[in-house]
């Protein structure tokens, strides 16, 4: 078994962080997405937190698409960068699906609008 070196791991995942924040900012703002997360590096942690009024609902159709973030209400999408598991292009294809259910408008749909328990 190998060992991991927790300092490129944590590099890995800052650069994971830094590259969807980029994305996001290039590709998603367009849709009304804000970051509420510091772009600082040193204090943003390994996950990155967005802010839309359907947030939701557009977590919804993420997680129907396998791409799995959290949701916290009022209107927070977060997603995690945990670079043991995750490849980069993870992270294009969360932007991609993000671009997608927005152009599509597929959040929109009965079933991502439908609040549920959590059990």
């Known amino acids: 078994m190998g060992s991991a070196n927790m300092s490129a791991i944590r590099a890995k995942s800052l650069k ?12 998603l703002s367009r849709f009304g997405f804000d970051i509420a997360s510091s772009k600082d590096e040193s204090i943003r942690g390994s996950q ?17 698409r396998n791409v799995i973030g959290d949701f916290r209400a009022p209107n927070i999408l977060r997603f995690g960068f945990t670079p043991l598991y995750l490849r980069y292009v993870d992270i294009w294809d969360c932007i991609e699906a993000l671009e997608d259910i927005m152009e599509q408008k597929e959040w929109d749909r009965p079933e991502f609008k439908k609040l549920t328990a959590v059990a």
């Open 16 to 27: 994971m962080g830094a590259l969807f924040i980029d994305l996001v900012e290039q590709r």
């Open 48 to 64: 990155v937190s967005l802010v839309h009024d359907q947030g939701f609902a557009i977590m919804q159709a993420l997680i129907a």
